[in-house]
Nanobody
Framework: QVQLVESGGGLVQAGGSLRLSCAAS????????MGWFRQAPGKEREFVAV????????YYADSVKGRFTISRDNAKNTLYLQMNSLKPEDTAVYYC??????????????????WGQGTQVTVSS
């Protein structure tokens, strides 16, 4: 499995921006579809965004389309989530995840096999 560590969370006012990072261990990071998920207080963990292992395709939950951007830098073994126009309802613990199998053809079919510890994002009104 790939070891993942998130960073970049914090407290921000509504309308502000944050950039989350997810550092991956090993030399096979580029072989895996990667995704971001979040879990708000009292709610189930939900899908946020996913990016293909090649970096050529991205998909987003309807709630974040137009505001969030997922990207990856395979040379640095790092996944990113740029979050703009943040809303109080974006408050959650954000987790990055790696697919459980390499070279998956369809990014939207990923099955998370490795999870990070999560980073807290709090958006004040």
């Amino acid at each position: 499995q790939v070891q993942l560590v998130e960073s970049g969370g914090g407290l921000v006012q509504a309308g502000g921006s944050l950039r989350l990072s997810c550092a991956a261990s090993g030399r096979t990071f580029s072989n895996y579809v990667m995704g971001w998920f979040r879990q708000a207080p009292g709610k189930e963990r939900e899908f946020v965004a996913v990016i293909s292992w090649s970096g050529g395709s991205t998909y987003y939950a309807d709630s974040v389309k137009g505001r969030f951007t997922i990207s990856r830098d395979n040379a640095k073994n790092t996944l990113y989530l740029q979050m703009n126009s943040l809303k109080p309802e974006d408050t959650a613990v954000y987790y990055c995840a790696a697919d459980n199998s390499p070279f998956r053809a369809r990014a939207t079919m990923m099955a998370p096999g490795s999870w990070g510890q999560g980073t807290q994002v709090t958006v004040s009104s």
